[in-house]
T-cell receptor, first 111, second 113 residues
């Protein structure tokens, strides 16, 4: 019940396209859903996060869509750029409890 | 905001040697602290977490141990390294009040040879 399932494992998108990464969770007590971006050799950095009281949050080219009834949330990267090539992790937690991470998605944006 | 310092950035150690990785946090007090390990191209494996000085919870049985001698200091140790201990070790911090964001350090690349 603590799992967060992330898909796809890897993704190739052309420059200017939309990258979409999906996550599903089982624990209905989760109330915090962040996305992290990790470049090779670096620690993950918080990209954007959402709480279940809203269905969408947008920050620049990055948007989280949240579907509480389906227990799913997704990251959309609009106008994807080569600089967006990285590994993306979704996560979830209840309050200040330990974050449960998805297994990650390696995104490659081709020039 | 919080800043996490991890050192060293890279480390090559022979099998059977001891290990000590240190993580210190600035900009917050009484944080929850975490050690993660990441194998090449893989996800984040939670190794230890701590909610306070001297309080350590282990998530997986292994050749490693953790200690928290001060509020903002978290140490990962091993008495005798194994080849399987190679990986990318990440320290993370999360406050228990206010914003719930978790922050990561820049990691230590450990290669056991």
């Amino acid at each position: 019940q603590q799992q967060v399932k992330q898909s796809p494992q890897s993704l190739i998108v052309q420059k200017g396209g939309i990258s979409i990464i999906n996550c599903a969770y089982e624990n209905t007590a989760f109330d915090y859903f962040p996305w992290y971006q990790q470049f090779p050799g670096k620690g993950p950095a918080l990209l954007i996060a959402i709480r279940p009281d809203v269905s969408e949050k947008k920050e620049g080219r990055f948007t989280i869509s949240f579907n509480k009834s389906a227990k799913q949330f997704s990251l959309h990267i609009m106008d994807s750029q080569p600089g967006d090539s990285a590994t993306y992790f979704c996560a979830a937690s209840r309050g200040y409890s330990t974050l449960t991470f998805g297994k990650g998605t390696m995104l490659l944006v081709s020039p | 905001s919080q800043t996490i310092h991890q050192w060293p950035a890279t480390l090559v150690q022979p099998v059977g040697s001891p290990l000590s990785l240190e993580c210190t946090v600035e900009g917050t007090s009484n944080p929850n602290l975490y050690w993660y390990r990441q194998a090449a191209g893989r996800g984040l494996q939670l190794l230890f977490y701590s909610v306070g000085i001297g309080q350590i919870s282990s998530e997986v049985p292994q050749n490693l141990s953790a200690s928290r001698p001060q509020d903002r200091q978290f140490i990962l140790s091993s008495k005798k390294l194994l080849l399987s201990d190679s990986g990318f070790y990440l320290c993370a911090c999360r406050t228990v009040y206010g914003p719930t964001e978790a922050f990561f350090g820049q990691g230590t690349r450990l290669t056991v040879v």
